[in-house]
């Protein structure tokens, strides 16, 4: 397995068995408990008791991936660190410690990355771990437990399968996965949840199929999971809750398999919790007064755990409860290990008013831009206590109030703790659009491409501003009508729809439709053969155009009529003529027998026809237009979605 760092192998002590339907054996790993057994794997530490990962016993090559420590990381999973480190810079998005003798591994976030997350590798371990339905004999529920100290109330799990992808280790959407979770909970917290309903209500709950005798939404959670991308911040959050500087969450494990094993599961550290008869705080913390908002601050503390038998411990960490978020005197903070718990107070002081440090980088937001969810760049408040004292804040500290944001001038109301000051910004929606003349030349039985369109688009703001369509970014759908039956310059309208975020807009350009040279006649499969009075067989004829570069366009029976008369034996000339460019080409056919004997000269009589369709033939007589099916494609008047 590979943890953040380092190349991990994991002993079959991480692997058990629980039973299954019909005698199947469903895989149980608690792999990520970390522990003396497990950590040992990845991790050692060095000459000042530090815990840092273990050097890969390979040889660097080009496709393996430096990354901290000294240590490399396989080239197979290297584009999962990406969630980790910068991939240009190789700056950290998210570090790790071990603390608690190795028993709970420390995530902190170093940046606002979207996706700070931290990858392990399964399929190292030599067994084959099947995900799915756990009534069908696969793993499917997952116990995590973390104590969450961030704002964060959403942590998010992806994966890599042989069932996605083919095994080439990169996460697909359709396998993240979030689980709800409590923010600013510095207790201990168990989530148990099965991985298929959560991946199916994470992302496409609405559009899998329901397993009709379960009643289960299909999901992604399936085949041999190769690898697991722990997201401590959630995935792809951009509404200011996810990850930020310093945001951190300690993990006591994190464990797969069946439902009774999930429920069931302890870790040695929560063994040794329930043990634990009383705490002490030993030492004070040195920090006794607090601002409205503050995080507590545990420096100098310590605490002694002791155990029933006796035995005493001072404890490298602890869970804490406080609310920091109203003015008092003697505010309550509850420190628990197990069930035992002491308390102390201290003060926090009052907010006296709060103002905009730092405007947001621009008052001005695209309809698109903010989806469903606003946080302005840069905006950051300065905060000014009840004794004077002032601290600057930055977005994901304060909350932003409004109504639904609609076009035109909106007022955001910043709220911290209670104290509120506000600013307004304008939301612009794209109102109309403009198409610059097509510059690639069509031709019959060509088609013309979204993509065709899209780069020619303007989108015109309701604020008179303009961006091409590439740089709105709105995801927009194309209507198109053209007709590309004419040479010459022809008319194209075009609808575009993005209705996620209102914008229906039309508008009208030109494209150039290129008349062919010539029209050909391929008989090589065609009836060349035929008796008098015999109609023409259309089966094996390809009539096409033929362009001035020298390629063809079969053309469809609408384009075209044949032209023959079978009334006399002989060697008879049967002629193709297209409808709109009036371009025709000839051929012979052999026609046998007698002619039958007329005192009149049979009249020219035409029909349209296809394949076995009926002729009118005078007496004695068969002369015919009719149309012909070939074996291609050309479009005449087009409206495309």
């Known amino acids: 397995m590979v943890l953040g760092v380092a190349s991990l192998g994991i002993s079959a002590a991480s692997i058990t068995y629980a039973a299954g339907p019909n005698n199947s054996k469903i895989t149980c790993v608690d792999f990520l408990d970390f522990s003396e057994a497990n950590n040992k794997e990845w991790v050692e530490k060095d000459a000042d008791g530090n815990w840092v990962a273990k050097s890969v016993s390979m040889t660097p090559s080009a496709p393996d991936t430096l990354v901290a420590n000294s240590a490399y990381v396989p080239s197979k999973q290297k584009n999962l660190m990406k969630f980790m480190k910068d991939g240009s810079t190789g700056a950290d998005h998210l570090t790790w410690t071990l603390t608690d003798n190795g028993e ?6 170093v940046d606002s990355s979207k996706t700070p997350g931290i990858p392990f590798c399964l399929d190292d371990m030599g067994v084959d771990i099947t995900a799915g339905q756990e009534l069908k004999g696969r793993m499917e529920y997952c116990k995590i437990r973390i104590r969450n100290y961030s704002s964060a109330d959403q942590l998010s799990l992806a994966f890599t399968s042989s069932n996605i992808g083919g095994g080439g280790r990169v996460i697909s959407n359709v396998s993240i996965t979030n689980v709800d979770v409590d923010a600013a909970s510095p207790e201990w917290k168990t989530y148990t949840f099965s991985m298929i309903e959560q991946n199916s209500a994470t992302n496409y709950g609405s559009s899998l199929k329901v397993d009709e005798k379960t009643g289960i939404a299909g999901s992604r959670w399936a085949g041999n999971i190769m690898d697991v991308v722990f997201f401590p ?62 995080g507590l601050d545990t420096t100098g503390m310590e605490v002694t755990a002791t155990f029933e038998d006796g035995s005493k411990e001072v404890l490298e960490s602890y869970n804490v409860v406080y609310n920091f978020n109203e003015e008092t ?81 909106n007022v955001i109301t910043i709220n911290f703790f209670g104290a509120k000051t506000n600013f307004t910004i304008n939301v612009i929606n794209v109102v109309s659009i403009k198409i610059d003349a097509l510059d690639k030349t069509y031709r019959y039985g060509g088609e013309i491409s979204d993509k065709d369109i899209s780069d020619k688009i303007t989108c015109v703001y309701s604020d008179g501003s303009e961006k091409s369509y590439a740089d709105a970014k709105i995801n927009a759908t194309f209507e198109k009508e053209y007709d590309l039956t004419k040479a010459g310059e022809i008319e194209v309208k ?22 062919p040279a010539s029209v050909e006649a391929d008989t090589s499969l065609a009836k060349l053969e035929y008796n008098v009075d015999d109609r023409f067989s259309t089966e ?20 075209y009529t044949v032209k023959y008369d079978f009334s006399e034996p002989g060697e008879q000339k049967v002629t193709v003529t297209d409808k709109y460019a009036g371009l025709s080409a000839s051929f012979m056919a052999t026609v046998k027998g007698t002619a039958k004997p007329t005192t009149t000269k049979p009249a020219t009589t035409t029909a ?16 015919a237009i009719v149309s012909v099916i070939g074996a291609g494609v050309v479009l005449g008047k087009k409206k495309e979605n």
């Not at 094996?540 to 029976?557: F, H, N, Q, W």
Request: aromatic share 8%.
């Open 104 to 109: 709970i591994l420390k995530l902190k976030a």
């Open 233 to 294: 911040f959630g995935y792809n959050v951009t509404d200011g809750t996810g990850a930020h500087e310093g945001a951190e969450m300690d993990i006591d494990y994190i464990v797969f398999g069946t439902k009774e094993y999930c429920e069931n599961y302890k870790s040695a550290l929560e063994n040794k919790e329930s043990l634990v008869s009383k705490i002490e705080i030993t030492k004070p913390a040195t920090k006794t007064t607090y601002y409205v908002g503050e």
């Open 329 to 409: 005197d003697s505010s309550e903070v509850t420190v628990s290990y197990g069930s035992a718990s002491q308390k102390y107070n201290v003060k926090v002081i009052g907010i006296k008013e709060i103002a905009i440090e730092t405007p947001a980088k621009t008052t001005t937001y695209e309809r698109a831009s903010i989806g469903s969810v606003f946080a302005p760049e840069g905006l950051s408040i300065k905060v000014t206590y009840n004794d004077g004292t002032t601290a600057v804040k930055a977005l994901g500290s304060f909350k932003l109030e409004h109504d639904a944001l609609k076009v035109g001038d």
């Open 494 to 515: 075009v609808k575009l729809t993005a209705s996620a975020y209102d914008i229906d807009c039309s508008a009208t350009t030109t494209a150039k439709v290129e008349a």
């Open 540 to 559: 094996g004829l390809i009539v096409s155009y033929v362009y001035a570069d020298g390629k063809k366009v079969i053309l469809e029976a609408d384009y």
């Open 608 to 623: 349209a026809s296809s394949g076995g369709c009926k002729s009118v033939i005078g007496a004695g007589a068969a002369i």
